[in-house]
């Protein structure tokens, strides 16, 4: 009998196969909270068995018509004798609201079906590139800072801060190149990046519950500054003068958030239940910003400044905040929009 584990809070559902059969493993892709999804990313992480698959080039995706799915296949470990233990198959989908798409994954088969364009990966002493045809990443391998760039054509949208995190990164291991995909370890520290969204995904993993943090500075020139925080609903406000904030804070009781200027701040609205996601803009620039599962513990906090300072931050174990940056007109430029970006499609093995 096959068993599976599915994991609401990132793209990734594992799949695990019976050491018994190396037949074709069918999934379901299903769009749970009610948007209209387009070109969206899904990670279907698969066990296999010892033996069955020798090259992860090899495996194939298919939809539920029998036509073949453009699909990244990258082999995530492999067993003793170097078959392919876990198999990540990257690939996007459209869905509408609460559809379900079936598709089957074969282990053999022949090359898959290449796709145009994507994500690529440029490498240097000091650091790290992520880039499409329409927006670069650039990752410093030493984590001062961890990301110091992200541009789109000669629009950037980072200061020389860049940002940061809480636990210091580690030794960069690229584990995922595109062209769907690219997926870096830094230690404790995980960027993910995906081809159809111009998001990044910074994750920090604790050993124990501790006060993490993601702190950025964008490059936002000068105030007026439009911030919004997503509440149920949309909570506006403007950031006039250059030592302006305004924090969003969740805790048992509900959320608050304080505006003011320097050390002095007021009550702007209460309320009871937040979705952790928010934007900050100017006439140039609009970045997009979430985090995962801010409703639950740790009391999280988002800050956003008219200095374009950002910070996110919880006590738990671990972290998840994404950051994803468009120009104006937002409306034209956006391709997605922070509560889809927060709502992953959920993956589920077919009994």
């Known amino acids: 009998m096959r068993r ?35 070109g969206y990313p899904v990670t279907a992480s698969l066990e296999t068995p010892q033996g069955a698959l020798r090259d992860a080039a090899t495996a194939r995706l298919f939809d539920a ?8 296949f990258t082999a995530m470990a492999k067993w003793p004798d170097g078959s392919v233990r876990r198999l990540d198959a990257d690939f996007t989908s459209s869905l509408g609201p ?3 798409e079936t598709y089957r994954v074969e282990l053999v088969g022949g090359a898959a079906r290449s796709g145009k364009g994507g994500l690529t990966v440029t490498e240097t002493a000091e650091e790290i590139t992520v880039a499409s045809s329409a927006i670069a ?17 000669k629009t950037e949208f980072f200061a020389a801060e860049g940002v940061t995190t809480t636990l210091t990164p580690g030794k960069a291991e690229i584990l995922k190149r595109g062209p769907f995909n690219v997926t870096l370890r830094l230690g404790p520290v995980t960027l993910e990046y995906v081809s159809s969204k111009s998001w990044v995904k910074i994750t920090q993993r604790a050993g124990t519950p501790v006060l993490l943090a993601v702190d950025a500075r964008f490059a936002l020139p000068e105030p007026p500054l439009l911030w919004d925080f997503g509440v149920e609903s949309w909570l506006y406000g403007c950031l006039r003068r ?25 009550v702007y609205a209460t309320g009871k239940r937040c979705e952790g996601w928010g934007h900050l803009a100017d006439k140039q620039h609009v970045i997009a910003f979430g985090v995962a599962d801010f409703s ?26 994404y950051f994803h940056a468009v120009g ?8 997605t929009s922070p509560p889809s970006m927060l709502a992953p499609l959920v993956v589920k093995v077919k009994e």
């Open 65 to 72: 018509k029998g036509k073949e799915v453009t699909a990244q």
């Open 328 to 335: 104006q007109p937002v409306q034209v430029t956006a391709m």
């Open 4 to 38: 599976f584990a599915i994991s609401l809070a990132s793209f990734t559902s594992l799949i695990v196969v019976s050491h018994a059969s190396a037949a074709p493993i069918e999934f379901t892709v299903s769009e749970i909270v009610g948007l209209r999804r387009f």
């Open 137 to 153: 990443h650039k990752i410093r391998r030493d984590g001062k800072p961890l990301l110091t760039s992200i541009a789109h054509g």
């Open 98 to 100: 609460m559809e379900t």
């Open 296 to 321: 639950g513990d740790g009391e999280p906090s988002l800050f956003v400044g008219a200095d374009g300072r950002f910070r996110a931050s919880a006590k738990r174990k671990e972290l998840t905040v």
């Open 242 to 266: 250059p030592n302006e904030t305004a924090v969003l804070r969740q805790d048992a009781n509900g959320w608050r958030v304080l505006t003011g200027a320097g050390e002095r701040s007021s």
